[in-house]
């Protein structure tokens, strides 16, 4: 049983969302499995949309501070949901923060530094059989038109993705609406004060962040429109 503050960190790839079999709701799914009980405390939820070769995760580096700042956990439901690339796993290493991954809650930081190293190897290998693959096929006349350089054939699962992402923050931000309403109505209007509120109630964003004046100053400009 899980005790404690935590923050989760989801991560998706638009290309590859659909067919992962570890959307966000599996995410989540097993990051509440793991956090079975009462004696915790989700403060903070960030999920992150982009491939997992990418080193600047602006969401994971939200997280990461999140962490660092309230003293709580970071758990994400699968190590190479973070990245595959020792640098990027020896960076939240040496951070001192702590985290847990739910797939092996119980593995110390050499034992997740060397499965960092083994997932970034085996992306390795397949970048590699993928390119040669290609370049067989190229050499017997097979026509590769099918996959455009231009990213163009990703283009429908990446519009799909952000399209649901923006219907979710959009019902997110109709549920958050009387809330603070209510935070107004007791004297607190200013977007600071009210992000402040929010923060210490521990409501997340309709991205699933932590509040700053500039995001409360948003949703009220969306309230009235």
Request: aromatic share 4%.
């Amino acid at each position: 049983m899980a005790k404690g503050r935590f923050i989760s960190y989801l991560r998706v790839s638009t290309d590859r969302q659909g067919k992962s079999g570890l959307g966000l709701e599996t995410q989540r799914e097993a990051i509440s499995g793991y956090l079975d009980g009462d004696n915790w405390k989700l403060v903070g939820e960030y999920i992150e949309v982009e491939s997992g070769k990418r080193k600047d995760c602006p969401q994971f580096a939200a997280a990461l501070t999140h962490a660092k700042r309230t003293g709580a956990t970071l758990v994400i439901a699968k190590l190479d949901r973070l990245a595959r690339n020792v640098a990027f796993v020896s960076n939240l290493i040496e951070s001192g923060a702590e985290f847990v991954a739910v797939d092996n809650p119980h593995a110390n930081r050499l034992t997740i530094h060397i499965l960092a190293a083994v997932a970034e190897d085996e992306a390795r290998r397949i970048s590699e059989r993928t390119k040669a693959a290609l370049a067989a096929a190229k050499a017997r006349g097979t026509k590769l038109g099918g996959l455009r350089g231009d990213g163009s054939h990703l283009r429908g699962h990446h519009e799909k993705g952000l399209d649901a992402i923006k219907k979710r923050a959009a019902a997110r931000a109709r549920e958050i609406e009387p809330v603070i309403a209510e935070i107004r109505s007791s004297g607190l209007t200013a977007a600071r004060a009210i992000a402040a509120e929010l923060n210490r109630r521990g409501i997340l964003t309709p991205r699933s962040g932590i509040w700053h004046a500039a995001s409360v100053s948003r949703l009220l400009d969306r309230y009235a429109t």
